[in-house]
């Protein structure tokens, strides 16, 4: 089983859909980061729920993701509905 599920928020599931789109382990999720993860596995799965977006924020700083505030998780929203920046090279 991957090291993903001993990250907090995340249980099989959601390593599933992470392993699925590619991100096997603990340091690709941070290389990538909650946003880009999520937008990742949203193009696989078109219907995943903003929860799972939540959750990696989560895994990532350590929090429950019940506890982000309604400001944070409008930010991260934006940042989600932001344009793929994709770099030449």
């Known amino acids: 089983m991957s090291d993903l599920t001993t990250l907090r928020n995340l249980g ?3 390593a599933r859909m992470l392993r699925e789109a590619g991100i096997d382990n603990r340091a ?7 946003v880009l993860a999520y937008k990742i596995v949203r193009h696989q799965r078109p ?11 989560g895994a990532l700083h350590d929090r429950d993701w019940r ?22 090279g």
């Open 28 to 34: 690709e999720l941070e290389r990538l980061g909650a």
């Open 47 to 57: 219907g995943v729920s903003l929860n799972l977006l939540w959750a990696l924020w």
């Open 12 to 14: 099989p599931a959601s």
């Open 67 to 88: 506890s982000l505030s309604a400001n944070e998780k409008a930010t991260l929203r934006a940042e989600v509905d932001e344009p793929l920046q994709v770099r030449p």
